[in-house]
């Protein structure tokens, strides 16, 4: 028998998110001591900054010249 056939589903999301979370940390760089530091709140906000990858803003944006001319057909 596996070793993971004894384990509840449950563990294995819990350790497969603890795997993710240090995957993500060393491909921006921190080192094992850099991440025991951090909480993963901490880690994700840090991976989202670095990668540019900010929260989609909430409800419409504001139009912009170009939006109108394509819209008129302008």
Known sequence: MRESEGRSPQVSRESRIEIDL??????????MEEMAELTCN?????A???TG???????????????????YGG
Do not use: N
């Not at 993500?24 to 921190?30: D, F, H, S």
């Not at 419409?60 to 394509?70: F, H, K």
């Open 48 to 50: 989202r900054s670095y």
């Open 42 to 46: 901490d880690l994700i906000d840090l």
């Open 53 to 71: 990858k900010e929260e989609k803003q909430k409800g419409p944006r504001e139009a912009t010249q170009a939006d109108i001319d394509a819209f």
């Open 22 to 31: 240090l995957a993500i940390g060393k491909r921006i760089g921190l080192s």
